[in-house]
């Protein structure tokens, strides 16, 4: 849509940059200072940048992005490794047991005391692994009194790797920090959607603005007419030329102005309270802040084409490209509940190291934990295994379950994107359709005007040649006021239309020249 001309004053770019995770004072959370609304005239571009400094929605909807950056900072946290420490200590007693040589009875007491730490986690390909490092002392004591002590270490790694299911895009890790990804991008157009309602709100508010000054300056205009003719009317009737019981009509007529003129002054001030609110987060602060457009409603003709406004709205609407992120994700859910259809097919393998350290008393050798950890060191005794282990429910009703539903959340998504996508060309042609109306209405209304200031200039003129009475210089005069009214309530339409066009569109900010930069933190 060719925005150009709309309003009479000279546009300039604006930027507004690190939109997203790292805002700066563009959409920066800070507050808004009043001395950033110019005082007396400003232009509509001025409103929309002050707007997208200062509006409480964009603002608020600027953190939308950031929590969900936080979602998906946490998501990774899930491959963050995890230490572990503890220790542990037993006693226990044993039960009878005789001695090989004398066949003695025997009672036997065992204590244990243990500790281990260790790194374990996960890594993207599902891999979990475990390194730990572990070591015990363990004391016996006989029933004939005979005592012995035995030290245990071992330092090893343990991974198990699912090879079918939870395996690529069955790892529940990597599905949720992929979706988490996808919300990003939907936050991202969500912010999107919010600066083109809040420019098209400015937009909106700005012509309301300007159409309710011009009324206002119409109604002025006609009070000073009546105020005129009622003056004219009472010199005469002075004078005889005409009767007095004239004069309370025209005096009605007077007082019925004054109050269509309060209600103006009343619209013109919520007017501008509407475009205020906008600009602000802080009414109060810019309460006294007189505002005044600059430039006159000067809208031009645009030629439509509905092929090229579906095509722009199709592919830059921030809802229809949430749809289609949607869809993405819902193929990503459908992935990972296809997989688990597959049975559980775990790779296991471990690899370490042990050393003991027992009493030796034909050496005379003591028991401790260095020479123990002396032969992990040395690597003398490796220890390791591998395994395949499988399993899979039968007749694995669940997961079955769960992929067909996920299919047919897929299919109804597709169908739910194509009614929106439908929706919205049916919104374009309805709004072309308005806005071509809205205009041929500007030259119809135009006309109407031109017509009607001949005919109250005509009325004038017999009424003073003395061929008619007041009143029908009254009804022209009301004529006159009703059809200026109808011109301006047209051209602020076509505007609005054009406006309403471009948000159906999604090319708002382009009309505008506001160019939106998106970096990360």
């Known amino acids: 849509i060719d925005e150009q001309g709309r309003m009479t004053h000279p546009r300039r770019l604006m930027s507004l940059k690190k939109l997203i995770l790292g805002c700066s004072a563009a959409l920066g959370l800070t507050a808004a200072s009043a001395a950033e609304i110019p005082n007396g005239p400003i232009t509509l571009e001025q409103c929309i940048q002050i707007a997208l400094e200062n509006n409480l929605d964009v ?50 007491q065992s204590d244990r005391d243990s500790f281990n730490f260790g790194l374990g986690g996960v890594i993207p390909t599902g891999l979990r692994y ?9 004391q016996y004591i006989t029933g004939n009194g005979f005592s012995n002590q035995n030290y245990d270490s071992n330092l090893g790694i343990t991974i198990t790797q699912p090879l079918l299911r939870g395996a690529w895009a069955g790892n529940p890790i990597r599905r949720g ?13 969500t912010v999107f959607q919010q600066l083109i309602n809040t420019v098209s709100a400015v937009e909106n508010a700005y012509y309301s603005l300007v159409a309710q000054k011009d009324r206002l300056k119409v109604d002025q205009e006609n009070l ?25 009509q025209l005096e009605a007529e007077l007082f019925s102005q004054k109050k269509a003129l309060i209600d103006a002054n009343n619209s013109y001030a919520n007017a501008v309270n509407d475009l205020k609110r906008l600009l602000t987060d802080d009414f109060a602060a810019i309460q006294d802040i007189e505002i005044l457009t600059v430039g006159e409603l000067n809208p031009i003709k645009t030629v439509f084409s509905r092929s090229d406004s579906w095509n722009k709205a199709l592919n830059q609407r921030p809802d229809i490209l949430q749809s289609k992120i949607q869809l993405e994700m819902d193929e990503i859910n ?38 123990a950890w002396e032969k992990v060191r040395d690597r003398d005794f490796p220890d390791s295994s591998i395994s395949l282990n499988f399993s899979i429910p039968i007749p694995n009703r669940s997961a079955r379950v769960s992929y067909k539903t996920a299919q047919m959340k897929n299919e109804q998504k597709v169908l739910g994107h194509k009614v929106l996508e439908q929706r919205i060309m049916l919104e374009i ?63 602020a339409n076509y505007l609005k239309a054009l406006s309403a066009l471009a948000q159906a569109e999604g090319s708002t900010l382009e009309n505008n020249n506001i160019n939106v930069e998106i970096e990360e933190e």
């Open 59 to 108: 603002r608020i909807t600027n953190y939308t992005p950031r929590l969900s950056a936080f979602n998906l900072e946490g998501a990774y946290g899930a491959y963050d490794p995890e230490f572990r420490v503890g220790s542990s200590t037993s006693s226990s007693k044993q039960d009878e047991r005789f001695d090989a040589q004398t066949f003695a009875p025997l009672a036997g």
């Open 130 to 138: 475990d390194i730990g490092i572990r070591a015990s002392d363990r």
């Open 177 to 189: 920090i992929k979706l988490n990804k996808k919300e990003i991008e939907m936050s991202t157009f």
């Open 224 to 248: 000073g007419l009546t105020q005129q003719n009622l003056n004219n009317q009472k010199r005469r009737a002075e004078v005889g030329t005409i009767a007095k019981s004239e004069l309370p």
């Open 334 to 371: 459908l992935k990972y509940n296809k997989n688990q259809l597959w049975p559980q097919l775990n790779l296991r393998a471990s690899y370490g190291f042990t050393g003991n350290s027992g009493r030796d008393p034909i050496r005379g050798i003591e028991p401790s934990l260095s020479r």
């Open 429 to 491: 042609d309805r709004l072309i359709r308005s806005a071509e109306s809205n205009f041929e209405q500007i030259a119809v209304t135009r006309q109407a005007r031109i017509s009607r200031e001949l005919a109250y200039k005509n009325q004038q003129k017999r009424y003073d040649e003395g061929a008619i009475e007041n009143y029908l210089v009254l009804q022209a005069q009301r004529d006159l006021t009703r059809e200026r009214n109808n011109e301006i309530t047209a051209k």
